[in-house]
């Protein structure tokens, strides 16, 4: 009696390399699409995934290949595991600081896209690029913000965008902020963040998967007041990514 599975994938090294053609052949949206569904092949979705990593140039790292990333993260297969971990031993993005600072658990946060925990721990990381005073108080003074190192602002944008195809971070907050001429009361509903009058309630009224609206996440708003988040949108940090 013949295979169900083999009778449907009779050739899967040409199956892989078919997929694999469609992927290197597409724009970027239409790869995250393609991505998406590759997954769902058995038995070789998680290889076209694999192999397509391989080839991707990872700096930075594309918003395909932290989809893939993603994906092969979540599926917890022995080969998918032990891909990752000779590949990718602390993730798809770069972990650079100019502070010694730790960003591992919050790209393991961001990877099994558990935005809560991972704001949560955003606003640990910029308290700790402040100092011991904010990190034990838990927020920061504008003054604090101004001082943070480019790369690290940089690598926790960077783990933002790439976990969520490029619908958060800092900078996709500041390119909606700057086209709404910098004004917060366009802003806020924009995001998310305000309704008519009200504020949207932490955490509860807040959207922690990617049906948020764009620039939803991460909650800056909890840093205390505009000053602070004016002054992180302002950083020196996007200019010197070409803005």
């Known amino acids: 009696m013949t295979n169900p599975t083999t009778a449907s994938f ?28 590759v997954v769902s092949i058995s038995p070789v979705g998680p290889e076209v995934l694999m192999e397509f990593l391989k080839e ?13 990333y993603q ?25 650079l600081s100019d502070r010694g600072i730790d960003y591992t658990l919050l ?21 700790q ?11 920061l003074y504008f003054s604090e913000v101004e001082q943070f190192p480019i790369t690290d602002l940089q690598t926790i944008d960077k783990l933002w965008l790439v ?10 907050q500041r390119e909606i902020w700057l086209s709404l001429g910098q004004n917060w009361d366009k802003f806020w509903p924009k995001i ?3 309704t008519g009058s009200n504020w949207t309630r ?6 922690w998967d990617l049906s948020a609206p764009r620039g939803h996440l991460p909650l800056s708003n909890q840093l205390r007041g505009v000053r602070v988040f004016s002054s992180l949108l302002s950083h020196p940090a996007w200019c010197a990514k070409g803005d």
């Open 10 to 37: 009779p050739e899967t090294s040409s199956q892989i390399a078919e997929l694999l053609a469609q992927l290197r052949a597409s724009a970027e949206k239409k790869q995250l699409q393609l991505i998406s569904e």
């Open 56 to 68: 991707q140039p990872l700096t930075p790292p594309s918003l395909s290949a932290g989809l893939a």
């Open 71 to 95: 994906i092969l993260y979540q599926a917890n297969l022995p080969t998918t595991q032990e891909f990752l971990q000779t590949h990718f031993p602390t993730g798809i993005v770069p972990l």
């Open 107 to 127: 790209q393991e946060k961001l990877a099994q896209q558990d935005f809560l925990a991972a704001d949560k721990l955003t606003l640990e990381k910029l308290c």
């Open 129 to 139: 690029l402040a100092g011991a005073i904010a990190v034990e108080r838990k927020w």
């Open 163 to 172: 976990h969520s195809q490029g619908k958060f971070g800092f900078s996709v």
């Open 192 to 194: 998310g963040w305000k």
């Open 202 to 207: 932490y955490p509860n009224e807040f959207i």
